[in-house]
């Protein structure tokens, strides 16, 4: 395998808790990355960084009650939740992933679908941290704006889009999730890159993946998730799913989350862009240089008196 350092890393959100990379892009967001991430050196080259740490869901724990209860999100976020950051943390000391961005460390581990130990922790903490801020006390309804118009233009209809979600979160065998997202992706799902997207293939997709999986690691835009492992909804809807599931999206998706998101998706999208007709363009020049280097070089060869 190569060595990770080396590795082309994907850009991913920078708030959110989506814990990305973004390169010359700043954003107003009302979160921050799941945890700065200060490394430092002493002497003795020894690195120093700070751990990840387990942030809590941006509403008090009883605030999306009657439809998930304080024990859910007591057991949810405070055992199973901390469980993945506290492992997280201590498998990647003195690793090549230590220092690195929750996001980055979620593509780098997925290791082209040979993941690496330390994956499903780490994706796991950054979908419960995405998966909290999906909802909101009073949610649900129907989104607006550009987010309505592009469901509607990707699914039909808000309704058609509902029951696909629906369908992929139900459906889901064992132990998973299911997404929106916005699909922009240059690398296919074995992470080999592919050409850069065409306005055709920017589109909102539902898909569901296994137990950690995330569409970070497709190169996807995530937008919305809803966790369907057991523990997210026994102790309030025992083995009915489809139940919870209905909830979710009825009385607790924060449709301003998943605008917000959206908005950041693009605009990381255009950066994205005009920085590889940047490179583009560089490479070009380079190759034009070079050309110009070697035509000069072989006329001054040639007038040369050495070599009349
Ligand atoms: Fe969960």
Redesign the pocket.
């Known amino acids: 395998m190569a060595s990770l350092a080396t590795r082309p890393i994907a850009l991913t959100f920078p708030c959110q808790g989506l814990g990305g990379r973004t390169p010359g892009l700043q954003f107003q967001c009302t979160n921050k990355k799941m945890v700065p991430r200060k490394c430092a050196r002493k002497a003795g080259s020894t690195k120093i960084c700070a751990k990840f740490e387990l942030k809590p869901p941006p509403y008090p724990m009883d605030a999306l009650e009657p439809h998930m209860s304080r024990e859910t999100l007591e057991y ?1 976020w405070g055992k ?2 901390r469980a993945y950051v506290e492992n997280l943390n201590k498998q990647i000391v003195g690793t090549e992933l230590d220092g690195m961005s929750l996001g980055d460390i979620v593509i780098v581990s997925y290791n082209n679908g040979d993941m690496l130990p330390a994956f499903n922790n780490a994706a ?1 903490a950054w ?2 941290e995405f ?1 909290w801020e999906s909802m909101k006390p009073s949610g649900g309804g129907k989104p607006s704006g550009e987010l309505l118009q592009l469901i509607e233009r990707d699914f039909g209809s808000f309704e058609k889009f509902l029951q696909e979600f629906k369908s992929a979160a139900a459906t889901q065998f064992g132990s998973g999730w299911a997404w929106l997202a916005y699909k922009a992706n240059r690398l296919n799902v074995d992470n080999a890159v592919n050409p850069l997207p065409s306005e055709e293939d920017k589109k909102l997709v539902v898909v569901k993946s296994p137990n950690a999986v995330n569409p970070l690691v497709w190169d996807y835009f995530p937008l919305l998730t809803i ?1 369907v ?1 057991e ?2 909804y026994y102790l309030d809807f025992q083995n009915r799913r489809p139940d919870y599931i209905s909830i979710f999206m009825d009385k607790l998706v924060s449709w301003e989350a998943v605008s917000r998101r959206l908005e950041i998706a693009k605009a990381l999208l255009v950066e994205r862009e005009k920085e590889e007709e940047r490179k583009k363009r560089e490479e070009e020049d380079d190759e034009t240089a070079d050309d110009e280097a070697v035509k000069m070089y072989v006329e001054s060869d040639g007038d040369d008196p050495e070599n009349d």
């Open positions: 949810h199973h939740h796991q979908n419960h998966f966790d492992w523990h997210a």
